[in-house]
């Protein structure tokens, strides 16, 4: 790909057009069979939307942002609700309906191959255009609005592969979505990707538009703004992961007010595909830049010196050469109300949350529970399912709602894997006692596997594997009994019991026994956010027995020290592997006991996974009693790697093994304790049962 240039050369290249991302909200996941589109509209049919009282959230949902501003004599952008809803599966009739004098809901719940190739709809006012699902497809072509299209929304769909195969093709002007002087238009968690110009281009004086939640990938030139000399655009650009595109990220020419928060911008290491530069502020164009996440990208923020960038809140990894501010820009907040995001948070949230989802909800709804779905085990028949791993495998894909798994007592030998396709998955024992279901397996990281494809390693071995998010486990037992004494000629003597590497896992009154590395808190990646919380349960084992990269809280709890195979105490509690400028483990207002000698354990060691020496390991202990096993220097180094580099510390914690504050045991101030409490760790997240 072509290096980065911004001259006046690099002009004529946005002559055509400009892209804009817009506000929006995360789209709300509802029941199965109440808000899919393909349940509640069967195809080709019509329903009347016009009243409020029966049209479907996704149906009235209007936009936030600039797009929902009283301007131009449109008050707010909310499409078709006023009109008809009807579902359509041919081109012939998305042209139709969208081309139409009328308001219309338009569902669409098929792939629809655009004849010609590059051809572009013209919409026009009053229309909301909505994939089924994730079932809509536009593929060969786009949209246009022209000029005095307003209150158009386009939401849910997946609109790609106009590409000629041609990189900076100047020869075809086929866009997903091109607006030439249109106003009020909302475009909303779609999959943009592969197209032979640019993405989205927001031209000619087009105002008053929200871009939010989608996903732009795979293309050349992602979103071009402005293309006039006038100073009038009003833009609003939120939640969108622009992923692997070189240029117009977006690129702003002009415009009189854009706002650009949460957005998550990456350029992968080692492909073809290489950023030319990020958000680029134009012409006379004041832009507010705030909590957005750039990963890789070559010159993330740059601005020309007639244009204003303020940036606040933005994090930077991996990236190289300019990175701009200056100027004054607007305060967002006199024009609407918006909340920010973490930016720490932003690129796990966008990787799960943007582009098409199964089922959408309104801008302003809150969420609201589902009823749930339950799945029964039992060993003896008497459930759907004689295995744990039989019901995961029974929980369709890219489930929208809560999933319990209610399991009978006994033991279940086996191992269960929650995949990442799989969200909102509740393992519920249902016995009096954590104690009577049990889940039980014994691999260790040197067991070889079945199919003599090598041996299981650490994270493989593990009896339980949650990679999905939302997921929630409580009253059971989950254990590896592995048998160190039995297998010392095995190498790797790791052996897990529970492994997460998702976000908002919940952990309530359960039980999580091994010896070594019983407990592994990770998340999908090291650049992925992953939050655990257990309460009201156990941990027991002895050599860095809870460990890993997660941002994990264990609160209200019982760590249990344990003897070594051979009868002698020695180990670790902690190992954390904590990315920077994340937070790592946090024990609070617990109790670290055992049937060991005193002095003998330590309370954590920095683990840096790989030799990473741009990892800073965390663990906080505070509130919580310790035994007497706990040795007077708690802390200790590991790998080569001091503990003193990363951040261990304890506060107020009692008993026979707590110590007053020294070089070797660190103790937080009142001040530090109070950006140390359980809820900064769960930023945000509130774990309740479901």
């Known amino acids: 790909m072509s290096a980065y240039r911004v001259t006046h050369t690099d002009r004529p290249r946005h002559r055509r057009r400009g892209k804009a991302l817009a506000v929006g909200v995360p789209l709300v996941l509802t029941a ?27 149906a009235t949902a209007a936009a936030d942002g600039f797009a929902s501003v009283n301007a131009l004599g449109q008050n707010g952008t909310y499409g078709g609700r006023d009109g008809r809803t009807v579902t359509v599966t041919t081109l012939a009739d998305l042209e139709k309906y969208a ?17 010609p190739v590059g051809k572009e709809i013209r919409v026009a006012s009053d229309k909301t255009i909505v994939g089924s699902g994730t079932s809509g497809h536009i593929v060969g072509g786009g949209f246009f609005l022209g000029q005095g299209v307003h209150n158009v929304i386009i939401r849910n769909l997946t609109i790609r592969d106009a590409y000629q195969g041609v990189w900076n093709d100047k020869e075809h002007d086929f866009d997903a979505v091109q607006m030439d002087g249109a106003h009020h238009v909302w475009i909303d968690h779609n999959d943009l990707r592969r197209m032979a110009d640019g993405l989205i281009d927001v031209r000619k004086d087009s105002t008053y538009v929200t871009v939010s939640w989608n996903k732009l990938s795979d293309d050349n030139k992602a979103f071009g703004i402005g293309w006039t000399e006038n100073v009038v655009t009003d833009i609003t650009i939120h939640h969108n992961w622009i992923r692997e ?100 948070d932003v690129p796990a949230l966008l990787k799960s949350g943007a582009g098409p989802r199964t089922s959408i909800g309104t801008a302003s709804a809150t969420t609201k529970a589902a009823a749930a779905t339950t799945l029964t085990v039992a060993q003896d028949g008497s459930g759907q399912y004689r295995t744990v791993q039989a019901a995961v495998n029974a929980v369709p894909a890219n489930n929208p709602s809560r999933v319990v798994i209610s399991v009978k007592p006994g033991t279940y030998r086996e191992t269960v894997r929650v995949p990442a396709n799989k969200p909102h998955v509740t393992i519920q024992g249902t016995g009096g006692s954590r104690k009577d279901t049990v889940i039980v397996y014994n691999n ?21 594997a949650v990679e999905a998010d939302d997921f929630q486990a409580r009253n059971l037992t989950v254990s590896n009994d592995f048998d160190e004494a039995a297998n010392q000629s095995l190498s790797g003597h790791q052996a897990v019991a529970l492994r997460t590497a998702a976000d908002k896992v919940f952990l309530d009154g359960v039980i999580v026994s091994g010896d070594q590395d019983t407990l592994l808190v990770d998340t999908a990646a090291k650049d992925r956010l992953g939050r655990v919380y257990m309460t009201n349960s156990y941990v027991i084992g002895n050599v860095d027995f809870i460990f890993g990269r997660a941002t994990a809280v264990i609160d209200r709890s019982v760590i249990t020290l344990k003897k ?22 946090l024990i609070a207002n617990s109790t670290v006991n055992g049937d060991v000698s005193d002095r003998s ?26 035994s007497a096993a706990i040795k007077t220097a708690p ?26 504050a020294s070089s070797d045991r660190p103790q937080l101030t009142a001040a530090q304790a109070a950006d140390q409490e359980v809820a900064d760790w769960l930023a945000g997240w509130t774990p309740t049962a479901s």
Do not use: C
């Not at 081309?99 to 004849?115: F, G, K, L, Q």
């Not at 200790?636 to 790697?641: C, H, L, R």
């Open 601 to 626: 354990f330590h309370l954590g060691r920095p683990w840096h996974a790989g030799g990473d020496a741009t990892l800073d390991p965390q663990t906080t202990v505070r509130n919580t009693t310790l």
């Open 635 to 660: 802390w200790t180094d590991m790998s080569g790697f001091s503990w003193k580099d990363d951040r261990f510390a304890e506060y107020q914690n009692t008993g026979a093994g707590a110590g007053s």
């Open 99 to 115: 081309t139409a004098a009328e308001p219309y809901v338009i569902v669409v719940a098929a792939t629809i191959n655009m004849n």
């Open 444 to 464: 260790a990281a040197g067991t070889p596997k079945p199919d003599g494809s090598g041996t299981y390693g650490t994270g493989g071995s593990a009896t339980v």
């Open 245 to 344: 595109t070189e240029q117009r990220n977006p690129s702003t020419d002009n415009a009189a007010h854009a706002h650009l928060y949460n957005n998550y911008l990456e350029d992968v290491a080692g492909t073809t595909i290489k950023s030319s530069y990020g958000n680029y502020s134009r012409g006379g164009t004041r832009m507010v830049l705030e909590n957005s996440y750039f990963q890789g990208v070559n010159n993330p923020v740059i601005k020309d010196s007639t244009a204003s960038i303020v940036q606040r809140g933005n994090t930077f990894v991996s990236t190289s050469g300019r990175n701009e501010s200056g100027g004054s820009a607007f305060d967002p907040k006199t024009y609407y109300a918006y909340t920010l995001d973490r930016t720490a």
């Open 564 to 585: 070594r195979w051979n009868g002698t105490s020695a180990g670790y509690v902690t190992a954390p592997s904590t990315p920077a400028n994340r937070k790592g483990i």
């Open 32 to 58: 199965a069979g109440t808000l899919a589109y393909g349940t509640v509209f069967g195809l080709g049919t019509q329903q009347n939307a016009s009243a409020a009282t029966t049209a479907p959230a996704w």
